[in-house]
């Protein structure tokens, strides 16, 4: 079947400087199978196309045909999981991250019956925990603009003999579902450290790395006080800062009208 992926190619560089792009190169067309191809190479990609290639949830342009799951804590070997998914009549792709020879971290592609958007990726990544087809993953899967990373000579198992995932087996409805549910396991100085900020910004680039920012809290959990706190706060890093009014109803309230 059909997927589309964005990617990136990413040799040589570490994983540091890898987590420094927020743009794609290409938005491409491949048979699921050649998918395994792309998990034995240095890629950065994702499930989604974004305008202008940048890689922002707001930013979103496409639906998703199939879903990464990031499998980073674990005492299911790789292997195992690949027996698991196919006992399940599942098509998958699985592959080993930064070193091939750790197999309790990996990542599981399944391609989908019928596409979803952003918030059904979200709805359904969880559905898939939830439901109990893959209990143990990192919950960053289900964000709809996570960067997945593959890496040269990683291990790659596949079986292709089963069938895409029925969305509508696993999917959670949206009352099950609260997008960017606060997690009150976090207060303001933890969600400071955990997001990266660029003070540097120039004055054509502030909305931008503010906007950014600000859908990295969302994503995190944060609240809506603990969004405006944070941006007034990374705001005055700035080389320049942005007068207040201009923060509020440019970035702020924008972000709020999002979620």
Known sequence: MLVRLSIRQTADLTKDERTDFTHFTNYVERQFNQLTYLLSKDYMYSPFAYLGHHRLTSNICSNASFVVIDVDHTSTTIHERLNQLTDEGLQCILGTTQSKHDLTKYRVLLPLATTVTADEYRRLVKGIQANGLITDMDMASAKPAQ?????????????????????????????????????????????????????????????????????????????????????????????????????????????????
């Not at 960067?147 to 509508?168: C, K, M, N, T, W």
């Not at 990266?196 to 920012?213: D, I, W």
Request: hydrophobic residues 40%; without cysteine.
């Open 147 to 259: 960067a997945f990373y593959a890496y040269a000579d990683s291990l790659v198992l596949s079986d292709f003999s089963g069938e895409p995932l029925i969305v509508d087996d696993f999917i959670l409805a949206p009352s099950e579902h609260m997008s960017h549910e606060v997690d009150k396991s976090i207060d303001l100085a933890e969600l400071l450290q955990r997001v990266k900020f660029y003070p540097y910004a120039s004055k054509g680039s502030r909305t931008r790395a503010l906007l950014s920012t600000g859908f990295n809290l969302l994503e995190l959990g944060a609240s809506d006080a603990q969004l405006e706190q944070a941006l007034i706060h990374f705001n005055r890093t700035l080389l320049v800062p942005k007068d207040i009014d201009s923060l509020h109803r440019r970035v702020i309230n924008f972000i709020k009208s999002r979620r």
